[in-house]
């Protein structure tokens, strides 16, 4: 996510099982290595997903499970290693660097094949970048080349080309890249599969049709998606004979098979029809927390409900402000943690989680230096709510929860209780529809109130806060501040250079978002608990970007 990763990993699905983005700081990202149950030695991984895949095309992608797919078919100029650190993938080496930090010259690798036959050359990144930042094509996560690479703005703005992106082919096997002002994640932002190049004769070829099942995609990473229809509920991965590392690639075949229920996920894996879970939900959690085979990880991801304010055009009751702030004060977020997931998540009162950003003085964590912005208080949120009532000139509401067909009714059902149990007035609708359906309503802003989580896409606090700019590719709730707004562009360019003083806005921005407009209403910052087979070696979860990786996965005898 957004990952990201990512992901996404977007607002992502409302599931209890469904794992956006990887470990936190100090866990071990590596699977057990404990026993040898199950004996294997064909180079088969069979693994659980819990939800589909919405797409194909890593331009377009806003979702955990896509860049999950992307994260074992796609490289680009970097990839992440098995301490989330950020190397050299399709680069060859370190790029040259101005003086200024604002040129970047990359060597692309001579061997980096396509899995059709055709080398990578630096014109794939040229064509996927301004693909990327073209406002024809709609992509969500331009944003994140907004104020990093040179015209990238302007472009989405429409006030200029595409073809006037700061990034040029040099030759076939060199990449000039020419920043607006030198970015200190740089590294990390190039992992992501957005930054990834695309075979343009291939993209062009397919049109419409790119990215809409696994014969109209093409890969250069370590495997294939291979026996994915566009829509259905299995595919696999195949090893692919013309990435440039395959030798030390070992897995042959990876089979993924959605369950959308934990309890099929269970019984899946105690038959030994599936070799790795998907992260488990409360009850199996409590039961599996002590077993060998479990897999305990603190992700980067931040939960929340998320607020629409404008809805087909029209303002939503949601754009009342005291309104907001009584629903973000009404429920017990431990008690959800505790008793719903029970999986290793803890609440939260920020958006920004722990153990993404550290202050550039004394190493604080940021959510720790933030502190608590919005807690929960059913007194206060009882005043909020009836002066927004009064506001609006009504004595009661009735709003939509929109969910989606994973394990979520337990969650719904929980905020449901929780909020019309402390908002006198309140009835809350609960609207289930299957995730791809979802992830569309929520594109089109055609909803009121949904669960929405976001994994880093890169080690920044600002892969979090600027989600939520007027107008944001991910934004999709009408929320619009222009002091907020300002925040943001000066943590990105008045203060690129000053760390401190960028720490400080970004301080600030989150006490506006949270604290000030209440445009989220924080709940947890999840960890996860999944089941991997002993004979399962090298399974590595990620921080940030993809939720994990397969490459260096072996099944030992």
Not at 142 to 157: D, P
Not at 308 to 336: S, W
Not at 357 to 379: C, E, I, N, V
Request: charged share 25%; proline share 4%.
């Amino acid at each position: 996510m957004k990952k990201s990763k990512f992901y996404l990993f977007t607002a992502i699905a409302l599931s209890l099982a469904l794992v956006l983005s990887a470990c936190g700081a100090g866990s071990d990202k590596k699977s057990s290595s404990n026993g040898d149950s199950g004996s294997k030695n064909d180079q088969v991984l069979n693994m659980i997903e819990t939800a589909e895949i919405p797409t194909g095309d890593p331009t377009l992608a806003t979702d955990a499970a896509s860049f999950s797919v992307f994260g074992q078919t796609l490289e680009g100029l970097y990839t992440l290693n098995d301490k989330d650190v950020p190397v050299p993938a399709l680069a060859e080496g370190k790029p040259t660097i101005s003086e200024d930090g604002k040129v970047y010259t990359f060597k692309i690798r001579k061997d980096a094949k396509w899995s059709n036959g055709d080398p990578v050359t630096a014109k794939d990144f040229v064509f996927s970048w301004r693909r990327a930042v073209d406002p024809k094509t709609g992509a969500q996560y331009a944003y994140m080349f907004a104020g990093v690479v040179k015209n990238a703005t302007e472009i989405m703005g429409g006030k200029a080309k595409p073809d006037q992106l700061g990034v040029e082919a040099v030759d076939d096997n060199t990449l000039k890249v020419t920043l607006e002002n030198a970015v200190p994640y740089l590294d990390s932002l190039l992992a992501f599969a957005t930054f990834a190049p695309l075979n343009e004769k291939f993209v062009t070829e397919k049109g419409d049709k790119f990215g809409t099942n696994s014969d109209n995609m093409l890969s250069n990473g370590p495997f294939e998606l291979k026996d994915w229809d566009g829509t259905g509920l299995t595919w696999k991965y195949v090893k692919n004979e013309n990435y440039y590392d395959k030798a030390n690639v070992k897995l042959k075949e990876v089979h993924v098979q959605v369950a959308k229920t934990p309890n099929t996920a269970i019984n899946l894996y105690n038959t030994g029809k599936t070799d790795i879970t998907a992260g488990l939900s409360a009850e199996y959690a409590k039961q599996y927390q002590n077993n060998k085979d479990a897999l305990k990880m603190v992700e980067s991801s931040s939960w929340y409900l998320k607020f629409n304010q404008v809805r087909n055009g029209k303002k939503t009751p949601l754009a009342n402000e005291n309104i907001r702030k009584g629903l973000a004060m009404a429920f017990d977020k431990k008690a959800y943690t505790d008793t719903i997931l029970s999986n290793g998540s803890f609440p939260s009162n920020g958006l920004v989680p722990k153990g993404v950003a550290k202050s550039p003085t004394d190493g604080k964590d940021f959510r720790d230096a933030s502190g608590d912005l919005l807690t929960t208080d059913t007194a206060k949120a009882k005043e909020y709510w009836e002066k927004g009532l009064k506001e609006l000139g009504v004595k009661s509401l009735t709003l939509e929860l929109l969910s989606d067909d994973t394990d979520a009714k337990k969650t719904s059902e929980y905020f449901q209780d929780q909020l019309q149990k402390n908002l006198p007035g309140l009835t809350l609708k609960l609207t289930n529809v299957p995730f791809k359906i979802r992830i569309q309503k929520q594109d089109k802003q055609d909803y009121e109130i949904q669960m929405a989580g976001w994994g880093a896409d890169y080690l920044d606090a600002m892969t979090y806060l600027d989600l939520f700019v007027t107008d944001g590719g991910n934004n999709k709730t009408g929320y619009s501040n222009k002091k907020y707004d300002q925040l943001i562009n000066d943590a990105k360019v008045k203060y690129r250079n000053d760390l401190e003083k960028r720490w400080e806005t970004l301080l600030q921005a989150e006490k506006i978002l949270v604290q000030e407009d209440a445009a989220i209403a924080p709940i947890y910052q999840r960890g996860h608990l999944k089941l991997v087979k002993p004979y399962v070696k090298g399974f590595e979860e990620h921080l940030f970007g993809p939720d994990y990786t397969l490459k260096n996965v072996t099944i030992e005898k």
